[in-house]
């Protein structure tokens, strides 16, 4: 389909390990978006892409958590040394243009630290 | 400080009945504020958007209003079905030069029995 593609859609990993999410964003979509939502919470920003770069990363919660873009399009958050606290599940949004315009959300990746 | 706040946290309706949910924002300064709806396992989808100059804009049973002197946006739902449950968030659009930021509510969550 032409949406926002995150994969894989559960995660279920062991404390202490790594883990990698994948975005696909829409075709075209400048700025890419990383949201973490943990279970009855709202929507807590992660970090911002213009094309490849983040101009915005000031919601990465500690220095386990880092994202790259390439080629103005996958993006992949990764997060080291897993704790328990991670388990959530991580949203991608892309749009056009700059912030404010519309963003189109994936439907996320469930993760569970054991 | 910008933020966001959504009433009720949670709502429980008969199917067929109207309902209203607030947003209220202390965002300076204002650009727009957005309306989502999120079902459950699934990512946010954007419903309407308002700028400062609207202060009513419907998108079928969704009516959005805007009122820039309080601060205040609702969100009503006409004629509500089983399938309007789910949560429905809304953020604001602050842009103070090259600080462009999205402030996000924590969403309210409705829930339309038969």
């Known amino acids: 389909g032409a949406g926002v593609s995150q994969s894989p859609s559960n995660k279920v990993t062991e404390k202490g390990k790594d883990v990698e999410l994948r975005c696909d964003p829409i075709s075209g979509h400048t700025a890419l978006y990383w949201y973490r939502q943990s279970l009855g919470q709202g929507l807590e920003f992660l970090i911002y892409f213009q094309g490849n770069s983040a101009p915005d990363k000031s919601g990465l919660p500690s220095d386990r958590f880092s994202a790259e873009r390439t080629g103005g399009s996958v993006s992949t958050l990764t997060i080291q040394r897993t704790q328990q606290e991670d388990s959530a599940v991580y949203l991608c949004?892309?749009?056009?243009?700059?912030?404010?315009?519309?963003?189109?959300f994936g439907d996320g990746t469930r993760l569970s630290i054991l | 400080k910008n933020q966001v706040e959504q009433s009720p946290q949670s709502l429980i309706i008969l199917e067929g009945k109207n309902c209203t949910l607030q947003?209220?924002?202390?965002?300076?300064?204002?650009?727009?504020l957005r309306w989502y709806k999120q079902d459950t396992g699934r990512g946010p989808v954007s419903l309407t958007i308002m700028t400062f100059s609207e202060n009513t804009k419907s998108n079928g049973r969704y009516t959005a209003t805007l009122d820039a002197d309080t601060k205040q946006s609702s969100l009503h739902i006409t004629a509500s079905q089983l399938s309007d449950s789910a949560s429905y968030i809304c953020d604001s659009r602050t842009n103070a030069g090259n600080n462009r930021k999205l402030i996000w509510g924590l969403g309210t969550s409705l829930a339309v029995n038969p």
């Open positions: 947003c209220n924002y202390t965002v300076s300064p204002f650009s727009n």
């Open positions: 949004a892309s749009s056009v243009g700059q912030v404010g315009r519309p963003q189109h």
